[in-house]
């Protein structure tokens, strides 16, 4: 094990950091669970590997217990629980539901939402005044035509109108698909076009750091651009006027009183449209249904985040972000969620802190990153703060190595339950994750999902302990995808997942599972380009650089992996025009083109000029050899130059990582 310096101590990946008390494990919801399924199934477990071990050989056992436990309502009962196997299993075929439904089955004066904003802004709405703003917005979205199946496109952050927006959308049976208004209009035309939406919902602008940033020419033209011409709507944040004849406040759309109805839908039904891309073509438009969300989350949250009423559940995310997905279903489990619109920077690096301590926040979510940041930063968030509401920290996005855990307990709280945890935007879950009745230990995860059967794939396909391996699942999850949107044969989806071990889930992370059931993340074992939890893929950014007239190639390349480093680091290669020198203008105008058509969080860090771009014979460029060549990776095992359509094209990245050691 290596030793990690925290300043003034050394940790080692595995040094025990944290224990749950017994009084913690018998008050958790995990332990309510158990209590329960030794009741009405006269299952015992002595242990969480035995309920793990029962929950992933037991899968058509275990999902309608889970269901039953939180009070599911099926509308109509399923034929079975699973059908057919990967990649063509089946969940609960013959079930319908509705995922808004259990998000707001609460009526009650209990505050359900609390909205803070950077500038200061605070609103709350309660689980009563919550239901009540969804049946204007869903009567609103029933005016513009929009039923079950119809796409609601939303361009919003992260604010209350958004959640109102998506569980209207939900409760008709449509499908809501989000971005962030950060994101470029590239970025943004590459996912909706794709979906043909009914309704496009906007703000005109957004505010971060202090900064005011006008979107309405962008509006007129993506709303112009997308197929359909669909209803407009805009959320007035600025007060600038978008210029699209016909469009709708939202106010105009909640105008209207009504009662609140759910439209029963098949258990699989897509529930919302998210984004994650591979390497080439656009954007993937992962579809994930009603059902498999619902019993997904109520586990991930109820049972291993251990939340439930009395709990403030925050999360630090933006529209564009699976992890805003993940919050709002904070709400199925009864907690009150807390949703944050602004820079986690603003008006400095304490910001986020100030929030926990002043809404008394029970469980806070941010990033590996963001706690790195803190940490480099020397900030003492435990001892600035009154934080004694805090019990749990949730953190993802990147790993966090060794001495990030260390300063959690170092500079937060000492008692506290540091949840890291790992999954993607494919299951919008995390596959391995925080567990209330165990240990932990610095830069492991806790555990392996309940219902999740993880496994660590060698080179050979060998499911392998203590030993980084590929990161894959055996059996189907119920949050896997019901497809991607458009992919009527499913090619596309089977390509992305299954191509690899035929009828096994490859997910694209190297993973060691140890022998005590914890795992450490080690980064995308993929070219995928993910920083700060916000997955893109090379393909995007290739668009937009090698759009410039003076770049006539590229490669990117993100160096967040096995090296230890959080964050890592994003490369970018250019092959400049003839005549043209990678001078200071140009890197600045390369990187400006970057944060306006992708986003700011895919700014490259360093630009370099080479002369070739490696490929192969059939023209792919060699991304993940030559991060593994950076990574330290001998030449001759990264790739086989006798693959490559220049066999010479390698020697400027071999000399790079003989400069980085």
């Known amino acids: 094990m ?114 803070r904003a950077e500038d200061g802004r605070r609103s709350v709405l309660s689980f009563g005044e919550l239901r009540a703003s969804v049946a204007r917005a869903r009567a609103g979205l029933a005016k513009l035509g929009v039923g079950r199946g119809d796409r609601v496109a939303a361009l919003l952050p992260n604010r209350p109108e958004t959640l109102v927006l998506f569980l209207a959308t939900a409760s008709l049976g449509a499908v809501f698909s989000s971005c962030s208004p950060e994101f470029g209009v590239a970025s943004i035309l590459d996912r909706f076009r794709q979906i043909e939406p009914k309704v496009f919902v906007t703000v005109d602008g957004y505010r971060y750091g202090g900064k005011a940033f006008d979107r309405a020419a962008d509006v007129r033209t993506i709303a ?87 709990d403030r559940f925050f999360w ?18 009864g907690a009150t969620i807390v949703l944050y619109d602004g820079s986690a920077a603003h008006p400095g690096l304490d910001a986020l802190w100030a929030l926990a301590e002043s809404e008394r926040i029970t469980y806070f979510g941010t990033s590996a990153p963001f706690l790195l940041a803190c940490k480099k930063a020397k900030l003492l968030p435990g001892k600035k703060h009154e934080l004694s ?46 567990c209330p009745w165990l240990p932990v230990h610095a830069g492991e995860i806790q555990c392996r999902g309940l219902g999740a059967k993880i496994e660590a794939f060698d080179a ?43 009828g096994v889930w490859r997910h694209g992370d190297w993973i060691k599972i140890t022998g005590r059931g914890s795992c450490v993340i080690y980064g995308r074992s993929d070219s995928t380009l993910n920083r700060g939890g916000v997955r893109m893929g090379t393909s995007e950014f290739y668009r937009v650089v090698e759009g410039l007239p003076e770049i006539s190639d590229s490669l990117v390349i993100d160096t967040g992996s096995l090296e230890g480093d959080a964050v890592g680091k994003l490369w970018l290669f250019v092959v400049l025009a003839p005549g043209v020198v990678l001078d200071h203008a140009l890197e600045h105008r390369i990187k400006d083109v970057v944060r306006r058509d992708l986003s700011p969080r895919h700014v490259p860090d360093t630009i370099r000029a080479v002369r070739v771009i490696p490929r192969t014979l059939n023209g792919k460029k060699l991304e993940v050899p030559v991060k593994r060549i950076l990574l330290g990776a001998a030449p001759e095992k990264a790739a086989s130059r006798d693959t490559l359509a220049d066999p010479s094209a390698l020697d400027a990245f071999v000399a790079l990582a003989g400069e980085r050691t």
């Open 224 to 310: 112009r651009a997308l197929p359909g011409s669909p209803a407009v709507v805009v959320l007035p944040e600025l007060g600038s006027d978008v210029g699209l004849p016909g469009a709708l406040s939202f106010s105009e759309l909640t105008r209207d009183a009504a009662e609140l109805a759910f439209e029963p839908v098949p258990f699989e039904h897509p529930l919302w449209i998210l984004y994650s891309s591979g390497t080439t073509g656009l954007p993937k438009p992962i579809v994930q249904g009603h059902g498999g969300i619902l019993l997904e989350h109520l586990k991930a949250l109820g049972l291993h985040g251990d939340l439930g009423p009395g």
């Open 316 to 333: 630090f995310s933006t529209t564009g972000w699976m992890m805003w997905n993940y919050l709002v279903s904070g709400l199925a489990v």
């Open 460 to 502: 050979h396909g060998r499911s392998v302990t203590d030993e980084v391996g590929e990161l894959v699942l055996t059996e189907p999850l119920p949050s896997m995808p019901v497809g991607f949107w458009g992919d009527a044969d499913g090619s596309r989806f089977r390509e992305s997942y299954f191509s690899t071990y035929p």
């Open 389 to 434: 509401a805090l019990r749990a920290l949730g953190t993802t996005g990147a790993p966090l190595p060794a001495d990030g855990f260390a300063w959690v307990y170092a500079a937060i709280k000492s008692d506290l339950l540091l949840a890291s945890v790992s999954g993607g935007t494919d299951v919008c879950t995390a596959f391995v994750l925080s």
């Open 2 to 115: 290596g030793m990690t310096s925290t300043g003034d101590s050394e940790t080692f990946e595995g040094r025990l950091l944290w224990e749950p008390s017994a009084e913690r494990i018998l008050r958790s919801r995990l332990s309510a669970f158990a209590s329960w399924l030794k009741a009405e199934r006269g299952r015992e477990f002595t242990s969480y590997e035995e309920l793990w071990r029962f929950s992933v050989d037991e899968l058509e056992a275990f999902w309608p217990a889970l269901a039953e436990y939180f009070g599911v309502r099926f509308h109509t009962p399923a034929r079975a629980v699973l059908e057919g196997k990967m990649p063509a299993a089946h969940w609960f075929p013959g079930a319908t539901l509705n995922y808004a439904e259990h998000a707001l089955r609460e009526a009650s004066s209990v505050e359900a939402v609390v909205f």
